[in-house]
């Protein structure tokens, strides 16, 4: 019973325009979610985060927009460079429950 | 800061052996986390600590143990090696749980084959 979906296990963009990696959930006790970037043979690495009582946060080149109604996140990489290509994993939690998405594969095409 | 590290880093193991895996954070972080990976599954969390001497069953706990002995270490356990624990296992630390708090440090995974 997956929690947190990612239904596209990969996505391919060229360099400069933008990514828009999507993921869903269905527990309403959720309260943060996060996004999460993967090199191969690498940890997880943190990239941004959002709070459910936000529906956006920016850092830079990544925002991420929250749709509580429709239980859905969403991640915004623009403009997409070839560095980001990499598995993106969201992630979301509440007090003592914490669960992954299966996963994107970025390719951002120069 | 090494942040978190894991021991091994890989493993070959055959069906009915045991072994230990070793994760370490040097963040002070009180939470500690371990997840495997599996391909189409994502990152399944197996045990979790949520401080020096407390473990809790994650999603994914069958066939695994875990201790807690020191705030800094946390240490993954199989006792009899099946070929369905072949993976990539992946330890985690955090704050705490709660809001920015639980951003979690990964370490560097040991992959791990049961034969």
């Known amino acids: 019973d997956q929690q947190v979906k990612q239904n596209s296990p990969s996505l391919s963009v060229q360099e400069g325009r933008i990514s828009i990696l999507n993921c869903d959930y269905t527990n309403s006790m959720f309260d943060y979610f996060l996004w999460y970037k993967k090199y191969p043979a690498e940890g997880p690495t943190f990239l941004i985060s959002i709070s459910s009582i936000k529906d956006k946060n920016e850092d830079g080149r990544f925002t991420v927009f929250l749709n509580k109604s429709a239980k859905h996140l969403s991640l915004h990489i623009v403009p997409s460079q070839p560095g980001d290509s990499a598995v993106y994993f969201c992630a979301a939690s509440a007090p003592n429950q914490f669960y992954f998405g299966t996963g994107t594969s970025l390719t951002v095409i120069p | 800061n090494a942040g978190v590290t894991q021991t091994p880093k890989f493993r070959v193991l055959k069906t009915g052996q045991s072994m230990t895996l070793l994760c370490a954070q040097d963040m002070n972080h009180e939470y500690m986390y371990w997840y495997r990976q599996d391909p189409g599954m994502g990152l399944r969390l197996i045990h979790y600590s949520v401080g020096e001497g407390t473990t809790a069953k994650g999603e994914v706990p069958d066939g695994y143990n875990v201790s807690r002995l020191k705030k800094q270490n946390f240490l993954l356990g199989l006792e009899s090696a099946a070929p369905s624990q072949t993976s990539v296992y992946f330890c985690?630390?955090?704050?705490?749980?709660?809001?920015?708090?639980?951003?979690?440090?990964f370490g560097p995974g040991t992959r791990l084959t049961v034969l």
């Open positions: 985690a630390s955090s704050w705490a749980s709660g809001g920015s708090t639980d951003t979690q440090y």
